[in-house]
């Protein structure tokens, strides 16, 4: 896995558009952060641009990306927000001059697309708030972005619950939004999670569908080497008139039950406020025990 360079005072982060549209005046709170760290920003050509829900046609948001890819002069990219269209533009890009010169790439949600092609492309990014979400989210989960992009340690411990699995594992982490893993299934960005921790979250689901996409990602193989589920905010789920019958961790747990490997539930990372920044291709050592769960990244 190739680590990307961590960034220092001086760096510059690009914003850009891969999905729904985002403006400079809401880009406000994410240029005031980045520069407290003594950063410099770029504002991407895709942001301010609106084509219905998303910023940009495909052909802008794709050469967008591109110019912040092969720029030099730009350490880190920023996606704005999530939402839709990552997918529409993910077999566009080049990433051959990227991989010479790797910088991170942050964001989460619909971003998942690009943090599983990346992961292909064995190169590590930043699963993490993103300007959209800057304005909500608390200090010590800014730290958390600002510690893993200037290569400072980050590792964290949280209350175990009584259905969390218990058990020890380490592995690379991968993973991120459910709905858009299971949509890359059979594509050329599917992820590998063989031998892997794997990290999983959604938002607005209906308990059936969760249970359907994770169905198909078990029947094609995805749990059979995995060695430890980190389940992060599974928020605003629903249920039927007729109810299902289980709620997301009692689905989780019978999916994975054969498998006996730790799994630990409401894992502060996804879509909340609390979304904690998770290095995607690090090496991590993960243990749900009685007390508390315990995810550290290995240097």
């Known amino acids: 896995m190739n680590i990307p360079p961590f960034l220092k005072t001086g760096d510059t982060v690009a914003l850009v558009c891969t999905a ?4 400079p005046e809401d880009a ?12 410099n920003v770029k504002l991407g050509a895709t942001i301010g641009l609106d084509n219905f829900q998303l910023g940009g046609t ?11 890819l092969d720029d030099e002069n730009v350490k880190a990219i920023w996606c704005a927000r999530g939402g839709y269209g990552t997918v529409r533009i993910i077999d566009s890009l080049d990433f051959s001059n990227f991989k010479k010169q790797p910088k991170w790439i942050m964001g989460f949600s619909d971003v998942t697309v690009l943090h599983s092609q990346l992961n292909l492309e064995r190169v590590a990014s930043l699963h993490s708030i993103m300007p959209f979400t800057v304005p909500n989210a608390p200090e010590e989960v800014k730290e958390t972005l600002r510690k ?8 964290y411990s949280i209350p175990s619950k009584s259905y969390d699995v ?4 380490s592995g690379e982490l991968v993973g991120g939004n459910i709905s858009i893993l299971y949509s890359l299934l059979g594509s050329k960005s599917a992820i590998d999670t063989k031998d ?7 938002l607005d689901e209906y308990l059936y569908h969760i249970d359907r996409m994770l169905y198909n990602l078990k029947r094609n193989g995805y749990f059979e080497h995995v060695k430890g589920i980190i389940v992060g905010s599974m928020t605003d789920m629903h249920d039927n008139e007729i109810p299902f019958g289980q709620n997301e961790v009692q689905i989780i747990t019978e999916i994975a039950k054969e498998y006996q490997i730790p799994i630990a539930f409401q894992f502060p990372a996804g879509h909340q406020s609390d979304n904690r920044t998770l290095i995607l291709g690090k ?7 009685e007390k508390e769960i315990k995810l550290k990244f290995i240097k």
Do not use: C, H, M, Y
């Not at 406000?28 to 950063?39: N, R």
């Not at 893993?148 to 590792?155: D, N, Q, R, V, Y």
């Open 20 to 23: 729904r549209k985002f403006f």
């Open 28 to 39: 406000k709170p994410a240029i005031d952060l980045l520069e407290s760290w003594g950063l």
């Open 58 to 68: 495909d052909t802008e948001r794709t050469a967008d990306f591109q110019t912040q």
């Open 148 to 155: 893993a992009l200037f290569g400072e340690t980050i590792s």
């Open 166 to 169: 218990k058990g020890t594992a």
């Open 196 to 202: 892997k921790i794997l990290f999983i979250e959604d």
């Open 283 to 289: 090496q991590v050592d993960f243990e749900v025990n």
